[in-house]
């Protein structure tokens, strides 16, 4: 293992001799001469690896065409709350502690908004004098015990009280509960989160840049569609390709118990889901629509950097799995990400590894951060999608890691089952359980695509995927595969999920 991490000593001089092109570099990039503005578009559940973005047409012209697409996005946790956790502090979960959706499990909890809230990068961008807003989902626990918590950094807050919802829900205004009801004109969220930042451009100060974290509720359930995309993709089923319907019996505990093959009333709820979910998605598509729009009406189009992207994938009857997240698969842990902005060229398809904990040195990179100065785990991709403005290379290595939710005792539509587990529906099948807990390590390389995953279960459950020749992880090669090349995964497993800021970034 000795000379495959860089020592903290190489990796600041790495980071630190690109810094000091950075004020010049970055805000001259534009012929105005200002600072970049920056907008961060995150949807909630939007999986990429089984066509969650393909109704998003507008959205692939204007960011993806306009930039650049990264084809290996992944968040380190496939579960909302770890994962915008891990957005908001450029940390993995072990580093800010957010295990899971519920206040215990310290989402949106007290010891989050003392700790690491209070060193989230909208901090830091408060710092360069940027005007911040926030519109949208947030935290899932987020509101429901104060609505007048407002975190640290922004200016503007339209915060969701609680979970995805499309009408029926509970804002924080800058700290003002403000209740809406179900009529689409008023109270369909994902306009209304368009809408409030159409005006807030209008009414920013032009001395300062800006920046923008846009929350849809979409493609999260309900699923509930604008009355206007009701009856879009009538005839759009779940891919039935790759692992759709497969029986998971090579792999840990969970994955073993589902029906196969699905029953009819599974395969006809995801199918359901799946459309729905795109439906939603359409209003997100004509968000991203009008904000370029507006951008390029009050001249800052080519000022400004847009990211697309979401918290974590998403299955349809993968592995006989009905619907959910949580898995560490890649139809779980692949995320949609774009971006346009100064410095990135349009039409480029970026190959290099790059993680949601790397968006928030990311933007304080772009902001003039100096980011020796932010505790993060993640590094800035600038580097790799504007090599004109920063040196920088890719990480060859990372880690995944979720801690499973469960319920303590049995659910009562599903007696025969008992406690420890979660999300049992429909046909309970479980999505979750309490052993569902386990650490991934991925390389990915050019000759390298390799999974090592353990779990803390009563089996200590391995499963190994070689994904070069094993895209869509049909076989756990864990008894096939050589020892050594096990062995090298484990030791790098335990030194990440004990990493800590630069000995996160490993690589050459
Ligand atoms: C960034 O911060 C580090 C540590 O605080 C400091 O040593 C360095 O000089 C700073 N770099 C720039 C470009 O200001
Ligand atoms: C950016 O847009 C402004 C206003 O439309 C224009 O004057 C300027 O030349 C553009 N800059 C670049 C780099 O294209
Ligand atoms: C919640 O976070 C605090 C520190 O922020 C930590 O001490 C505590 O152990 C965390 N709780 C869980 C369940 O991880
Ligand atoms: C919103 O709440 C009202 C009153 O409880 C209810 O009648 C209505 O069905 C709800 N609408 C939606 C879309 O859930
Ligand atoms: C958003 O603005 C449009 C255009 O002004 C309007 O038609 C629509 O009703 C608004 N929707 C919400 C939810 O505010
Ligand atoms: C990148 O590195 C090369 C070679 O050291 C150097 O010539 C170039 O100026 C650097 N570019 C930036 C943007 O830092
Ligand atoms: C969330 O994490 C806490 C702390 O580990 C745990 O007590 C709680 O049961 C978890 N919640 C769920 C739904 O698993
Ligand atoms: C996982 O948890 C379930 C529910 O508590 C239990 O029935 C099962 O035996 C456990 N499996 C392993 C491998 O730990
Ligand atoms: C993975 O598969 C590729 C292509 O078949 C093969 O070249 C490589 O040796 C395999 N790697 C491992 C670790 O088995």
New binding site residues.
């Given amino acids: 293992m000795a000379g495959e991490r860089r020592g903290p000593a190489a990796t600041r001089a790495r980071v630190l001799a690109p810094l000091l092109l950075l004020t010049c570099c970055v805000r001259c990039a534009a012929a105005g001469g200002g600072p970049s503005n920056i907008i961060l578009i995150l949807a909630d559940d939007q999986d990429v690896h089984l066509g969650g973005m393909i109704p998003m047409k507008k959205t692939k012209a204007l960011i993806g065409d306009a930039g650049a697409t990264f084809v290996n996005a992944f968040t380190v946790t496939p579960l909302c709350c770890p994962s915008r956790s891990s957005v908001l502090t450029g940390r993995y979960p072990h580093n800010h502690e957010v295990r899971n959706n519920s206040l215990s499990g310290n989402c949106s909890s007290a010891a989050w908004q003392q700790g690491p809230e209070a060193s989230a990068f909208p901090v830091f961008l408060g710092k360069q004098k940027y005007q911040t807003f926030f519109a949208g989902k947030y935290l899932n626990q987020y509101g429901k015990k104060d609505v007048g918590h407002v975190p640290p950094g922004w200016d503007q807050w339209h915060a969701l009280v609680g979970n995805s919802q499309y009408?029926?829900y509970t804002l924080s205004v800058n700290g003002k509960e403000e209740k809406h009801?179900?009529v689409y004109e008023a109270d369909y969220l994902t306009d209304l989160i368009t809408n409030r930042s159409l005006h807030f451009l209008d009414d920013r100060s032009p001395q300062h840049p800006f920046f923008l974290m846009l929350a849809p509720p979409a493609p999260h359930s309900p699923w509930?569609a604008a009355p206007q995309y009701e009856k879009q993709f009538a005839d759009v089923k779940a891919p039935r390709d790759g692992s759709f319907d497969k029986a998971g019996k090579d792999k840990h505990w969970l994955l073993r118990q589902p029906v196969n093959p699905m029953p009819e009333s599974s395969l006809n709820f995801l199918d359901s889901a799946y459309r729905k979910r795109w439906q939603t998605l359409l209003s997100v598509d004509d968000m991203v629509e009008a904000l370029v729009q507006k951008l390029d009406s009050i001249k800052e189009l080519n000022n400004t950097y847009v990211f697309y992207t979401s918290d974590n994938g998403y299955h349809t009857g993968q592995f006989s799995l009905p619907i959910d997240k949580r898995q560490l698969y890649e139809f779980d842990i692949r995320v949609p990400l774009m971006v346009r902005g100064p410095g990135i060229k349009p039409k480029q398809t970026l190959q290099a590894p790059v993680l949601n904990i790397d968006l928030a040195p990311t933007i304080l990179d772009i902001s003039g951060t100096n980011l020796s100065s932010v505790n993060v785990d993640g590094q800035s991709f600038l580097p790799l999608m504007a090599p004109s403005l920063r040196n920088g290379t890719a990480r060859p290595f990372f880690l995944v890691e979720y801690t499973g939710e469960g319920h303590q005792t049995s659910d009562p539509s599903c007696p025969k089952l008992g406690p420890g587990l979660s999300q049992c529906f429909p046909d309970c099948v479980c999505e979750d359980a309490f052993n569902n807990t386990y650490a991934c390590v991925r390389t990915l390389e050019r000759q390298h695509d390799l999974q090592y995953c353990e779990f803390a279960d009563s089996e200590s459950f391995v499963e190994v995927y070689n994904l070069t020749s094993d895209p869509h992880q049909l076989e756990n090669i864990v008894k096939k595969v050589d020892p050594a090349v096990l062995q090298a995964m484990n030791q790098r497993l335990i030194k990440l999920q004990s990493c800590q800021g630069d000995s996160c970034r490993v690589g050459n």
Avoid: A
């Fill in positions: 009408y029926n009801g179900d509930t």
